[in-house]
Every structure is written in structure tokens, then in C-alpha cells.
């Protein structure tokens, strides 16, 4: 029974790495979603556990994870620019990192991407608003957080549970709320 159970996640774990490039000791049990076909596109180093949802998108998208972080089950990580997560980065259940609107603000766009979409056609994120995300080293994010686009989470920092971060935080800061403000002071 033992060398079933391996030799099934020996398969899960390759087929996982086919569609990114993971560094030695890291479990992947989530979901890789790449769009684009290019491994380099989702890169994870070394020893850490992912059991979240990756996802790029099909024209752009980067996501780069670092050494020793543990990222929890129904995350959700989508790019259309970039995410970058430093090393000893912590993310709890149910947290949604996503560096994009997903959709067009304009009614007509949004229809005419919903058809696509709906069509099953390549559609280009050129029109919707994007920035990169960047979750620096020793980040601990609670769970059901939401990090939108165009932000930094400085080393160091807490994310309270449920709270939505759209602006920078400061590092060693405990956020929390919506929008996440700053509660407290986190120690080095």
C-alpha cells in the first residue's frame, strides 16, 4: 500500500513539474495552471510546500515563489504581470493574490471578453490594468486574505485574516481590515 501511495505521488509531483520549474525538496499538491506552455514562467526554489492554485495567464504572467515558504490549500495565485514571494513567506488557507482586474472596466470589453472567453479564444490582457506584486521574505499572510495588484508587503510584515491589502505595507507591520490598515508593529 505504501509504494502505491508513492509511486502516485511520485506521478502527481512530475506531471506538476512539467509545468514549472521547481527547485529540490519542494512539494507540490495545488494546481499549476500555465498558460503560456513556458515552464520558466512559474518558478519555485527549494523545500518549500504548495498547495495552492498558480495560474498564468495565457499572454504574460510570472510567478516566482522562494525557498521554505508553505503556501496552504484554496490559495490562489494568478498572474498577468508578476508575483514575486520571498523566502519563509507563510500564506494561510484561502488567501487570493491576483495582479490584475481580470476583466475589462468598459461594458462593451467585458462583454466582448466574456464571448471569448465563452468561445474558447486566446484573449490578450493588454487593456486591463495590471502591476506586479511582491510579498517580501519572513511575510506571513492569514487566511482569506485578498492582495491586489501594484503591491509590496515589506519583510517581515503580518496580514491579519480577511483583510484586503491594496496599498504597500510597511516591513515588520501587522495589518488587518478592509482596506487592511495598520494594527501593530511585528518583531525581527
Known amino acids: 500500500m505504501l509504494f502505491i501511495q508513492r509511486a502516485k505521488r511520485f ?41 495552492a492554485e498558480l495560474l498564468v495567464y495565457d499572454d504574460a504572467g510570472l510567478i516566482e515563489i522562494g525557498d521554505d515558504c508553505v503556501i496552504n490549500g484554496g490559495a490562489r495565485i494568478w498572474s498577468a ?48 490594468a495590471h502591476a506586479p506584486i511582491v510579498i517580501e521574505d519572513d511575510v506571513w499572510i492569514n487566511a482569506a486574505a485578498m492582495i491586489l495588484k501594484g503591491v509590496t508587503i515589506g519583510r517581515g510584515a503580518v496580514v491579519g485574516a480577511g483583510a484586503l491589502v491594496t496599498r504597500d505595507v510597511e516591513p515588520y507591520t501587522i495589518v488587518a481590515g478592509v482596506p487592511a490598515g495598520k494594527i501593530g508593529d511585528a518583531w525581527e
Open 11 to 51: 506521478v502527481r509531483q512530475w506531471k506538476l513539474e512539467k509545468r514549472c520549474v521547481a527547485g529540490s525538496g519542494t512539494i507540490l499538491t495545488g494546481s499549476v495552471t500555465n498558460r503560456q506552455g513556458r515552464r520558466e514562467a512559474i518558478r519555485i526554489g527549494t523545500r518549500s510546500r504548495i498547495a
Open 81 to 128: 504581470d508578476a508575483v514575486r514571494i520571498g523566502d519563509r513567506v507563510l500564506i494561510s488557507h484561502d488567501v487570493f493574490i491576483h495582479d490584475c482586474n481580470a476583466h475589462p472596466l468598459s461594458a462593451r470589453r467585458r462583454f466582448q471578453h466574456v464571448s471569448e472567453i465563452r468561445e474558447g479564444r486566446l484573449y490578450r490582457y493588454d487593456d486591463i
